[in-house]
Structure formats: structure tokens, C-alpha cells
């Protein structure tokens, strides 16, 4: 049985799994261009079709001809309450819903910038939820640009 003393390793190829001779010459343009074009790639893997429904959605969600966009995803886009008294079924419904958008904030494709109290210049916390209290949800440059590679928003 050989060991792992056998192994003989470089120090330039261990930490990194980039080849030594590319740190040295150098990334081609072409090369950046697929590396980019296959982290998006990775992204949209990673989120199902509602998340870029809401990804969308969040992008600009005050446009005026956004009526279309929002009638054909009723069903996804409205907001789903759950309340003390609510069914089980609602709770698991508001869980999901809110989960979409905890999801796409953790992939960085959207931001909740903290709320800030004006006259401390302090972050405001929410005692009834245990978290700090946010602004409105936006879409990221991330989450543009995505958006952007698989044409649901137009190049600007």
C-alpha cells in the first residue's frame, strides 16, 4: 500500500487549481469570456424558475408596463400572508415564498439594504422579528447581469 509520503507535491499547484504556466502567461480574453460566461451559467443552476420569476420581478418592480409581467405571474408574484391563525398549508405556502427571496440574496443576486434610523446613523433592529429592519429588496448588478444573459431584461 502506498502512503501519501509518496507523493511528491508542487507548492505553486496546491493551494490553487490554476496551472502554473496560465498564472505566469496569463488569462486570454477568450478564456475570461468563458470562465464568466460559465459562472453565470452556475448561478442560473443553482435557482429554479420562480426564484427568476422573482429575480425579474424585483429588478424594477414599479415600472408601469410591468401590468403584463405581473398578471401572467399572479399565481407566483402575490404576496402570501401568514398570520397567527393561519393554516398549515398558508404558513408552508408564506415559508417557501419568503425563502425564494432569502435564496437569491444569499447567491448575491439581491440586496436588502439595512434600514438606517436618521437620527443615530445606526442600523434600526427589529425586536418582533430578531433581525435588523431592511429597505425594499433590489436586484444587484449580479442580478442584472444575469438577467441581462438570459434576455428578460433588455440591454440598456
Known amino acids: 500500500m502506498i502512503g501519501c509520503r509518496g507523493i511528491k507535491r508542487n507548492p505553486v499547484y496546491t493551494k490553487s487549481r490554476t ?8 488569462i486570454t480574453e477568450t478564456h475570461v469570456s468563458f470562465v464568466e460566461s460559465r459562472h453565470l451559467l452556475r448561478l442560473l443552476s443553482q435557482i429554479n424558475d420562480i426564484e427568476i420569476i422573482w429575480l425579474r420581478f424585483y429588478n424594477d418592480p414599479f415600472m408601469a408596463n410591468e401590468n403584463e409581467f405581473r398578471s401572467r405571474h399572479a399565481n407566483i408574484l402575490s404576496p402570501i400572508i401568514a398570520t397567527i391563525g393561519s393554516d398549515l398549508e398558508t404558513l408552508d405556502q408564506a ?3 419568503e425563502n425564494y427571496t432569502e435564496h437569491l440574496v444569499s447567491l448575491g443576486l439581491l440586496t436588502r439594504p439595512l434600514q438606517i434610523d436618521p437620527s443615530t446613523g445606526q442600523p434600526v433592529f ?13 436586484t444587484t448588478r449580479l442580478g442584472k447581469l444575469l438577467l441581462r444573459h438570459i434576455g428578460l431584461v433588455e440591454t440598456q
Open 95 to 97: 415559508a417557501l415564498q
Open 126 to 138: 427589529d425586536h418582533f422579528k430578531k433581525d435588523w429592519k431592511t429597505q425594499s429588496t433590489q
Open 19 to 26: 496551472p502554473p504556466n496560465l498564472l505566469a502567461s496569463g
